[in-house]
């Protein structure tokens, strides 16, 4: 019995070494793709910035921030970013369970139709809120309210875009964690408020948590929606840091603000590490096509309801003003418009950037997928160093710096070799593919970490090798959220606009950047044709999403 013991335990030992190594070798790809791909780019800029004329002014630090116009900034950045995703939690969570746990006609098209918003362009998003609540708009128009130019019209919008991220994130774990836990607390006398907050919410907890800082993540980086919703009265560190480089041309400012927005998000990133690490433990994960149920009782058609009117008010009026807009003109003139090269907004015709947006999609997705599932794996294990954690949290960074930093940052450091990229195509789906890497491991690590590592153990003492582990056991739980990782890296990236407006070849527009060229012009054909291209975009994620959603419920998928 001594002796099997003794060959048990050096079994299991060559086991944790070999799962050590294999770490490590997994992290190596993801941190080579972010240190060349993302701190180098950023640290350029900045260094730009902090040492314009050769001397580093570190004293600009004070300068800058003991401006009362910046302070203010921070302020408001700070504030409604919390706001915003208070609001968001709470509007998105009902949902997040009816998708999980209800199963009624036409939810996996509904569940593609909530994720299509949050891959417009913001540009767009913020024009189509303002026909809602502006001046003339819907709202304007009935009862006589206008929105546009106060708060309410940006924590909207905040949850016009994030509500499929919660949706997504919460529902996806929350599909797969066992019922009958919950139901086990109602037969020993538990009401369901009190087994749901005792049982469901605690498992619930590091995707709650990954949702809520996601985003936050989003919100305080806010660019596009606080731009135009907000006028002159409103401003986020993303839109000031866009107006100090692009029209001040004061590098030293955006180089603060930028460090500013930095140091906040790593902080928060640290926090969020820290709780959710706490809060880690093995749940019970059983196949999602078994959970879903037709609504019971007046209750749950109830909260049905509501989600449903929340969805159609919310999220489906929106893209409707979009797509009548774009019809707005007879005989389809806008869309016949965007076949056609005027030689000045474009050097091809625009309607050629709906396959350049699918193609680098494509290709963004595949890295993003990669770079993303290493790094997952890798943070899996238990007994991970606090360095392999760390990077845990810094993953996540690409979420929250500025875009528009990312991207001249691309310009800069990325046009010399051996790293000369500038001028070839692979430029754009890189930047996209950082923050697709973010949405992966946010997704995935929730149901990897899930799994019983107790099983991987097992495993690796019965000989298996890390990588037939990863195969046999992880893979075919995580399945799914592999599968709804690579559809919001999909997703991001045909809708990504802050880095790629830098970086995008005039001949190769992405969808985003055409729609952004025409709505910078005037005249009534550019902003119609704006319009069309954005209802491309809308029907070209939703395909996308209903391909995803089918893939995604389909049983030979089941584990």
Request: aromatic share 10%.
């Amino acid at each position: 019995m001594d002796l099997a013991r003794t060959e048990v335990s050096e079994v299991s030992g060559r086991g944790s070494r070999a799962g050590s190594a294999a770490r490590l070798g997994l992290m190596a790809v993801p941190v080579a793709f972010f240190a060349l791909f993302f701190a180098y780019p950023v640290a350029a800029i900045v260094a730009r910035g902090l040492g314009a004329d050769g001397d580093w002014r570190f004293g600009v630090l004070g300068d800058v921030l003991a401006q009362s116009g910046i302070r203010h900034v921070l302020w408001f950045t700070t504030w409604q970013a919390l706001a915003s995703t208070a609001l968001t939690l709470l509007i998105a969570l009902p949902a997040a369970y009816v998708f999980a746990r209800l199963d009624f006609p036409g939810r996996h098209v509904l569940r593609a139709v909530v994720t299509v918003p949050f891959v417009l362009p913001t540009v767009v998003v913020g024009t189509a809120f303002l026909a809602l609540v502006g001046r003339g708009g819907l709202l304007d128009d009935l009862w006589g309210v206008r929105l546009d130019t106060t708060v309410w019209a940006i924590l909207l919008a905040h949850v016009f875009f994030n509500y499929a991220v919660v949706v997504r994130t919460v529902g996806g774990l929350w599909s797969q964690l066992d019922p009958r836990q919950e139901e086990a607390a109602r037969m020993l006398g538990a009401s369901r408020l009190t087994a749901w907050r005792t049982v469901t919410l605690p498992a619930l907890g590091p995707a709650v948590a990954a949702a809520a800082l996601m985003v936050f993540l989003f919100t305080f980086t806010s660019f596009g929606v606080v731009q135009i919703l907000g006028g002159p009265t409103f401003s986020t560190l993303e839109v000031e840091i866009y107006r100090q480089t692009s029209e001040i041309f004061d590098l030293s400012t955006a180089a603060v603000l930028t460090l500013v927005q930095f140091a906040a998000v790593g902080a928060i990133l640290g926090v969020h590490a820290w709780t959710v690490r706490r809060r880690e433990t093995a749940l019970r994960l059983v196949d999602a096509s078994v959970t879903a149920r037709r609504p019971r009782g007046a209750g749950q058609w109830a909260l049905l309801a509501g989600v449903l009117a929340t969805i159609a008010v919310l999220l489906v009026l929106p893209l409707a003003v979009l797509a009548q807009r774009s019809f707005d003109a007879p005989g389809f003139a806008y869309y016949r418009a965007l076949t056609r090269d005027d030689g000045n907004v474009f050097l091809v015709p625009p309607i050629e950037a709906i396959g350049n947006s699918l193609e680098y999609a494509v290709v963004a997705t595949a890295i993003a997928v990669l770079v993303g599932g290493l790094a997952a794996a890798a943070l899996t294990r238990r007994d991970a160093g606090r360095l392999v954690r760390g990077f845990d949290a810094l993953l996540m960074l690409p979420l929250g710096v500025s875009a528009v930093t990312v991207g001249f940052g691309f310009l800069i450091a990325l046009d010399e070799p051996p790293l000369d990229l500038r001028g070839t195509w692979i430029l754009v789906p890189l930047a996209q593919a950082l923050v697709g890497v973010s949405f992966v491991v946010r997704t995935m690590l929730p149901v990897l970490r899930a799994v019983d590592h107790r099983l991987r153990e097992a495993a690796a003492v019965l000989g298996a090798s890390p990588w037939r582990v990863w195969r046999e056991v992880d893979l075919p739980m995580v399945r799914r959220a592999l599968l709804v990782a690579a559809g919001f890296a999909f997703a991001v990236s045909l809708g990504e606009f802050g880095a790629t407006v830098f970086i995008a070849r005039p001949d190769n527009p992405t969808l985003p950047v055409a729609v952004a060229r025409l709505l910078g012009r005037a005249g009534e054909l550019n902003y119609g044709q704006a319009m069309a291209l954005s209802t491309i975009l809308m029907v070209v994620c939703a395909v996308a999403l209903l391909v995803l959603e089918r893939l995604r419920t389909d049983r030979t998928g089941d584990f």
